[in-house]
């Protein structure tokens, strides 16, 4: 078995073990069985945080330690003719080609091939590297909620490979913090009779990392769906008694529905509207979504905000930004601060929206944040935000960079490029906790990543493992 096909192994072994946000427990318990199985000694935290803490191998017992991290959960995005449960049900992986892709289901690619390779790595006799500190962190994908509590003394290396990024042949040095807000409307609710009911669902977007694809003029549902309401209401005044939009806080809106009363007889009108602005839909965010569809039918009339407060809700989702916000004045092509409007549901007569705020420089973070939350308050609604979690700052004098660059040069040739991301990654966050920690982010090319089309390039499998082989026996 050559390394790719080891490493893919181990991969879909992972991938049979359920692994969303929160839910890591199983395949903590599974890593910790194999270390067990190894006699490699390993320690869990009180937030769920694994570290395996692999000897050097024969002759390698001086050189620093390494620590190789990545994190156990997934973002869970289905299409919405699946019927995979993602508590109970394996990731099934296809091979297309040069590519890996799951079925109808996010891959988990995004990190599951971090796990992978570190397993390869230690598994593979042949393997010379010195004392290894393999991190596994709980819950990156809602906040980086693991990373947040790693205490000081749980890692002991100074020199970290993230294993999060996802495109290779380059080593990322630097990215975007992030920060959520959460604002609740509430709305009136009343029984209505003698009114017609409809139901409007926004689907076929291609969605996306609302960090990384930001800036692709991907649309979101959840602003599409505002905007068909807003030219509805227009019409005649509408009575929300449902709305749903968005799964993730750092997934672009793929799908989103809502269904309302208004006064009968504007059937006719309302499709003819719905249809032309699809086509200007269509029209703007050509060429990327060419399946985007709006579909408007009859349905069955229930309980409905009352027309003022619908106005109210529909206009709170106008305000809300979405997208990037600006582009950096010192990089060229690179998104300095952007938001992601990603979750809106009417729960128990309560609009709640959900917006993913990310920057490289905090203060305009907090700008936006202070912003959105202004947006919210002058709705009435009461408004909250976490704590932001903090960017990693670049270290162009890093010394691991200059030796992974010409390690990457001595294995391949060429030069990798080196490059800020504006999706989140922990390193921020570990720098904080772990001071003087010396740090850079590389992995396998993953496209779409937290959407259904996320799919991971086999070749570049390869050419990782390629790398930190040769990375692990420089170190004496």
């Not at 000897?55 to 001086?62: F, K, M, Q, W």
């Not at 504007?266 to 249809?275: K, L, P, R």
């Not at 203060?363 to 202004?374: D, G, N, P």
């Amino acid at each position: 078995m050559n390394p790719t096909e080891h490493v893919l192994a181990i991969f879909e072994r992972l991938s049979a073990i359920p692994r969303g946000s929160g839910r890591e427990e199983q395949v903590s318990l599974w890593l910790q069985g194999l270390a067990r199985e190894s006699g490699i000694p390993c320690a869990v935290d009180p937030a769920g945080n694994l570290i395996i803490r692999v000897p050097a191998t024969p002759g390698r017992e001086s050189a620093p330690v390494i620590v190789l991290q990545g994190h156990m959960d997934m973002v869970c995005e289905k299409t919405p003719d699946s019927l995979h449960d993602f508590t109970k049900d394996p990731i099934r992986c296809i091979v297309a080609g040069d590519w890996l892709h799951a079925d109808h289901t996010t891959l988990g690619a995004d990190n599951g091939i971090a796990i992978a390779l570190a397993l390869a790595l230690v598994g593979d006799p042949s393997v010379s590297h010195p004392p290894l500190e393999l991190l596994f962190t709980v819950e990156e994908e809602v906040g980086l909620g693991g990373a947040h509590l790693l205490q000081p003394g749980f890692v002991t290396g100074k020199i970290l490979v993230n294993l999060d990024s996802e495109d290779e042949g380059t080593f990322i040095i630097g990215c975007a913090g992030g920060q959520s807000t959460q604002i609740h409307l509430p709305l009136s609710f009343a029984e209505i009779s003698g009114m017609d009911a409809f139901h409007l669902e926004v689907s076929g977007l291609h969605g996306g990392h609302s960090g990384v694809d930001i800036q692709k003029h991907f649309a979101s549902a959840n602003k599409l769906l505002a905007r068909v309401l807003d030219r509805l209401q227009k019409i005649t005044p509408l009575g929300l008694v449902s709305l749903a939009g968005g799964t993730a806080h750092n997934a672009i809106s793929r799908q989103a529905e809502a269904s309302f009363v208004c006064a009968a007889g504007q059937a006719a009108a309302f499709e003819q509207a719905v249809q032309s602005f699809e086509a200007i839909l269509r029209n703007e965010y050509d060429p990327m979504e060419t399946s985007l569809t709006l579909t408007l039918t009859p349905a069955q009339p229930g309980p409905a905000a009352s027309p003022a407060d619908t106005a109210r809700a529909i206009s709170l989702l106008m305000a809300l930004p979405h997208g990037v916000a600006e582009m950096s004045g010192t990089v060229s092509g690179f998104v300095e601060l952007s938001n992601n409007l990603s979750y809106v549901e009417i729960k128990d007569s309560v609009l709640t929206t959900i917006t993913s705020q990310r920057s490289t420089v905090m203060s305009r973070m907090e700008e936006l944040t202070t912003r959105i939350e202004a947006i919210g308050h002058l709705a009435g609604a009461q408004v909250s935000s976490t704590k932001a979690y903090p960017g990693w700052q670049p270290n162009l004098e890093s010394a691991l960079l200059t030796r992974s660059i010409n390690t990457y040069k001595n294995v391949f040739g060429r030069s990798p490029d080196v490059s800020l991301i504006h999706g989140g990654l922990e390193c921020g966050t570990i720098g904080i906790i772990y001071p003087g920690m010396d740090m850079i982010s590389l992995g396998a090319t993953i496209e779409n990543p937290h959407s259904p089309n996320e799919r991971m390039n086999i070749p570049s499998i390869g050419r990782v493992w390629q790398y930190l082989v040769a990375f692990l026996a420089n170190y004496q």
